[in-house]
């Protein structure tokens, strides 16, 4: 019996809906919601604040939260499914927006470092299985070009969360030294719809790619079974390489928010700047997509290409912030100032936000060239987003206790460059050319015959 064309048309909806693709494109608009804004907000120095200690306390108070949640973000992962999960993560961002919002008016820190905690327990769950699906549900030979797509969408956040106080704080003159009520306000609007849309994202059982296999057959976990699996992940050698790089992913994140677009430019150009700096992170994750993707015929080869290529990169980036540190301008910039003295400090912010998205774009590659299955992958993003949030937690307390700019630049340098040759090790070790069918890390099942 044939089907009507209505019944054809929601057959290829419901079939596009399920595709890896649409899910990535979900998943990403749901973190330009929520991280986006997040990153916004804390790009602009001091959460916007004049003094940046609550900032700091709270950042402190929330990624140390997201050490302990973002290494059982996996295993809870497992357990609740992709809804519950991302739900219950994105709703920790409305709450911190709202904290800086009651501290612009009382100036009592301590609901923003609540809210920060409350947050570093979301963030652990949102970013655990944000990472399980962006490394497992696409088809194996286009990671990098899905994982650029996620980041670029993810990066429009941070754009438009950065106009948000750029636009609402523009004609406030350069004595303003704190953004107004407006500007936290619209990113809790943003973040509530992030928390909302998180809702439409499929579990991995359900998601179909072209071949017509299943992202992954996993039956959903239970406490003991995790537990023990997340125990595992603490002397597996594979994530023990990652430890450095993940480790230095945000731990950069302090500089160059408080000690280059802090002390270096004006409010509103600091809304301005950030525009840019996330705007970057668009371009560097697209393009070293199209490395880790496309380069060579060989995954091995492409992989150990892409951290040569952000080794490189890096180096130059870093060294480019020694010499803004060693000839530093001795006013505050503003984005009208003349060219000679604003595009410097302009172009080494950017080239950060270039830099950002291209390291953490090349850790998830490899992360992702580890298994493919998303019991596994969310895991090891879970063990990666925990040690990474163990890093920034460290690093907003170094700086609140004013160690200087040059001493921070310089761990950070050496913290990303030690992590580029480990890296290069475990692609050598670790990732194959072609899937091996013996491989018991992948499971996937052909679809059912009604979809």
């Excluded at 998180?198 to 579990?203: A, D, G, N």
């Amino acid at each position: 019996m044939g089907t009507t064309g209505d019944e054809n048309a929601e057959t290829k909806w419901r079939f596009r809906y399920n595709s890896p693709l649409v899910q990535i494109v979900l998943i990403g608009l749901v973190c330009f919601c929520c991280p986006g804004m997040f990153n916004a907000l804390s790009g602009m120095g001091g959460g916007g604040q004049v003094n940046s200690t609550a900032s700091n306390n709270a950042l402190t108070a929330l990624y140390t939260a997201f050490a302990v949640f973002g290494i059982l973000g996996g295993g809870i992962y497992n357990i609740l499914g992709p809804h519950l999960t991302l739900f219950a993560g994105c709703s920790t961002y409305v709450l911190y927006a709202a904290s800086f919002l009651y501290y612009n008016h009382y100036q009592h820190q301590l609901f923003a470092i609540i809210a920060g905690a409350v947050l570093g327990i979301g963030a652990g769950l949102l970013w655990a299985a944000e990472g399980a699906i962006m490394t497992s549900y696409p088809p194996e030979n286009r990671k990098g070009t899905y994982i650029s797509i996620f980041w670029s969408i993810f990066n429009m956040g941070g754009v438009i969360g950065g106009l948000i106080p750029f636009i609402l704080n523009y004609g406030r003159g350069d004595d303003a030294a704190t953004v107004n009520d407006g500007t936290y306000i619209g990113f809790m609007v943003f973040m509530s719809v992030g928390a909302v849309l998180s809702l439409s994202i499929l579990p991995a059982s359900k998601v179909i790619r072209d071949d017509g296999s299943r992202c992954s057959s996993m039956l959903y976990s239970n406490v003991v079974s995790e537990c023990f699996e997340i125990a595992k992940l603490f002397y597996n050698w594979k994530m023990l390489l990652i430890v450095p790089a993940s480790w230095s992913s945000n731990f950069f994140y302090t500089y160059q928010f408080n000690h280059v677009n802090k002390t270096q430019f004006n409010l509103r150009t600091r809304g301005f700047n950030n525009v840019f700096y996330w705007g970057a992170q668009m371009v560097g994750s697209v393009g070293i997509g199209y490395v880790m993707d496309f380069s060579f015929k060989s995954r091995r080869k492409r992989g150990l290409v892409g951290i040569a290529v952000v080794a490189l990169l890096g180096s130059a980036i870093w060294g480019g912030a020694l010499a803004n540190e060693i000839h530093p301008h001795p006013k505050i910039l503003d984005f009208k100032d003349s060219r000679s003295r604003y595009a410097g400090p302009f172009l080494l912010y950017f080239s950060f936000g270039l830099l950002d998205a291209m390291f953490q774009s090349m850790v998830y590659w490899v992360i992702g060239a580890l298994a493919n299955d998303s019991e596994i992958l969310s895991r090891y993003s879970g063990f990666y987003k925990g040690i990474q949030s163990a890093g920034a937690a460290v690093a907003w307390q170094i700086d609140n206790h004013s160690v200087s700019s040059m001493n921070q630049l310089i761990v950070n340098w050496v913290l990303t460059t030690l992590s580029y040759p480990l890296l290069l090790l475990l692609v050598l070790l670790a990732v194959k050319d072609e899937k091996d069918p013996q491989d018991d890390s992948v499971k996937q099942v052909a679809p059912s015959s009604s979809t």
